[in-house]
């Protein structure tokens, strides 16, 4: 079993910034790839971005990149997602994720899931 514990939601004005922070425990030998996925409201949970756990590859949904950074820290079990520009359409609980064995996507959910974050985008 892992489990996620998320810190660093809030709120931000457009065009600010935020970084959510995420630290596994637990059986975290077996993670391939953490990352994040968020829920806005009335709309179904999307893949926002994940990285490897060995390696550097990272995956952005296509409305993030250039905005959204992801990185990790292998030492501290911990993943990183630095938030630039945000847009009001980025409101949502935010959720970081874990994976066991396929990279995550919109039609392939993670195998661990935090309990969530909430960012707020909004003047």
């Known amino acids: 079993q892992i489990h996620l514990v998320e810190s660093g939601g809030g709120l931000a004005q457009p065009g600010g910034s935020l970084t959510l922070s995420c630290a596994a425990s637990?059986?975290?030998?077996?993670?391939?790839?953490m990352g994040w996925f968020r829920q806005a409201p009335g709309k179904e949970h999307e893949f926002v971005s994940h990285?490897?756990?060995?390696?550097?590859?990272?995956y952005y949904k296509e409305s993030v990149k250039g905005r959204f950074t992801i990185s990790r820290d292998n030492a501290k079990n911990a993943v990183y997602l630095q938030m630039n520009n945000l847009q009001p359409e980025d409101t949502a609980v935010y959720y970081c994720?874990?994976?066991?064995?396929?990279?995550?996507?919109?039609?392939?959910?993670?195998?661990?899931w935090g309990q969530g974050t909430q960012v707020t985008v909004s003047s």
């Open positions: 637990g059986a975290t030998f077996n993670i391939v790839a």
């Open positions: 994720t874990a994976a066991t064995g396929r990279i995550p996507s919109d039609s392939w959910p993670p195998d661990y």
């Open positions: 990285i490897k756990w060995n390696g550097s590859t990272t």
